[in-house]
């Protein structure tokens, strides 16, 4: 029975044994059976990975583990077929050229998998900064596009600096040119460089946002988009104004929509020949009147001073409202309402008036 099973052993030995291109039958096999483990081993893991990272999803409240599934469940079919190829075949004696280029067929795979994963996770960590701000996501999309663009760009050159660096290039060398190369295209493109930069800095620091009401200077209205160069604002004429960042970043913006209330203070001129007695209801009568009016809060009125030509009186009040045309409105309302007082009143307001003595 012994001797049966030896002489069985014996013919398959030499069967496993029997070489092809300097390989035998047993190391095929082993490269096979190899092939198929590494295979069937990362399919499972994908799916293990995507179905408990969707489980977890459902009992928190971060989006992370939704990341993390959506990055498992995005790598290529290509990376796995690469893999479980690279190691089995690696056992195997090959010629030089298909061992040459099954190793740079894997970096290359390997790299632009990991670029891909990389440029995933710094996405989700931008939504996440942009949920922090409070800005919507259609005002943070322009702002963080130029910044994502420059995350992936250097995700990139990372990425095949590290495949030429496994294929034996001197990337020492390669970086130094780079790197006065890049000085020389930053010299070039700087003013472009400074308003990219300045839209992160609008961003982070949010001066202002889409729809906001501003003033730059001598110009104002509503801003319309942030573009990682130029802002674009619609004037209360309705033609589009395009002001660069850096210009924005460098002047000296007052922004009405974070006003909660407006103060107005003016002033009521009336003519010399006013009565004492009428003066001193003057201030009584404006109180009055602004008291009368909704959303409006009456600060002060006095007489203030003797002026060229009329005696002068200054008024504040506050309009509890942020819209322009509602402050409009309420002064409006308050100007009719102090002229008819003083009509009933007869108190005269002045204009300015000279008088001229002739002397004979």
């Known amino acids: 029975m012994n001797n049966d099973f030896l002489e069985i052993f014996s013919e398959y030995e030499d069967i496993l044994m029997y070489k092809v291109w300097h390989n035998s039958v047993r190391d095929y096999l082993l490269a096979f059976l190899l092939f198929l483990a590494i295979f069937v081993v990362t399919k499972l893991f994908k799916r293990l990975v995507v179905s408990r990272c969707s489980e977890l999803a459902k009992k928190t409240s971060n989006h ?5 599934a959506v990055v498992v469940r995005d790598i290529s079919g290509l990376f796995y077929y690469v893999l479980a190829l690279y190691f089995p075949l690696r056992m195997l004696t090959t010629l030089d050229w298909i061992e040459q280029t099954l190793h740079v067929v894997f970096l290359v795979v390997v790299a632009f998998e990991l670029v891909k994963i990389a440029q995933a996770f710094a996405g989700f960590g931008l939504k996440s900064l942009a949920g922090r701000g409070h800005m919507k996501e259609k005002e ?4 963080f596009q130029g910044l994502r663009i420059i995350i992936n760009i250097l995700l990139w050159i990372v990425g095949v600096l590290l495949v030429l660096s496994n294929l034996g290039v001197n990337v020492s060398s390669l970086v130094a040119s780079l790197g006065i190369g890049g000085i020389a295209v930053a010299l070039a493109v700087q003013n472009i460089l400074a308003d990219m930069f300045s839209s992160f800095s609008i961003y982070f620091d949010r001066p202002f946002s889409v729809g906001d009401y501003i003033v730059v200077g001598t110009d104002e209205g509503t801003v319309k988009k942030i573009g990682l160069k130029t802002t674009r604002i619609e004037t209360l004429q309705g033609e589009e104004l395009v002001i660069s960042n850096k210009e924005l970043t460098s002047a000296r913006i007052q922004n009405f929509k974070k006003l909660r209330n407006r103060r107005v203070a003016f002033s009521l001129a009336l003519v010399y020949e006013t009565a004492n007695v009428k003066l001193q209801k003057v201030n009584e009568i404006v ?12 600060s002060r009125s006095h007489f203030k001073t003797f002026g060229d030509h009329s005696l002068d009186f200054e008024v504040v009040y506050y309009v509890l409202s942020s819209e322009y045309v509602e402050y409009m409105n309420k002064q409006q309302e308050i100007n009719f309402g102090i002229k008819e007082a003083f009509e009933k009143e007869k108190i005269e307001m002045a204009f300015p008036t000279q008088t001229v003595h002739v002397k004979k």
């Open 64 to 68: 992370f583990d939704d990341e993390l």
């Open 140 to 143: 943070a999309h322009t702002t």
């Open 287 to 298: 109180k009055k009147v602004i008291d009368d009016v909704d959303n409006v809060e009456f």
